[in-house]
Nanobody, 126 residues
Framework: QVQLVESGGGLVQAGGSLRLSCAAS??????????AGWFRRAPGKERELVAA????????IYADSLKGRFTISRDNAKSAVYLQMTLLKPEDTAVYYC?????????????????WGQGTQVTVSS
């Protein structure tokens, strides 16, 4: 089992930045090849992929609309995954979820991920 806990959400003005963190416990990133991803669910919308990263950071994928503004990274020694968000827009307002799965690939689909955090709220004011 893997427990994921997100942190770093909050209220920010448009154009600002936030850095989300996800801490894993149980099956940690240092002991297993685990892909990790960030998803988000905006009000009234389905949950969508934001970014994902391979177990060794050799590959990352992003939602096309977010490329250049968001950066995913990880520190396996700390069993942590991060999402640096810049130039935030009101439409980035959502609950952001960390997800993980034992995999050598970088899954895109929500259904491919086995472990989920509870989410952290990000609100961007105009």
């Amino acid at each position: 089992q893997v427990q994921l806990v997100e942190s770093g959400g909050g209220l920010v003005q448009a154009g600002g930045s936030l850095r989300l963190s996800c801490a894993a416990s149980g099956r940690t990133f240092s002991n297993y090849a685990m892909a990790a991803g960030w998803f988000r669910r905006a009000p009234g919308k389905e949950r969508e992929l934001v970014a994902a990263i391979r177990w060794d950071s050799a590959r990352t994928i992003y939602a096309d609309s977010l490329k250049g503004r968001f950066t995913i990274s990880r520190d396996n020694a700390k069993s942590a995954v991060y999402l640096q968000m810049t130039l935030l827009k009101p439409e980035d307002t959502a609950v952001y979820y960390c997800a993980a799965v034992v995999s050598f690939d970088v899954p895109r689909r929500e259904s491919d991920y086995a472990y989920w955090g509870q989410g952290t709220q990000v609100t961007v004011s105009s």
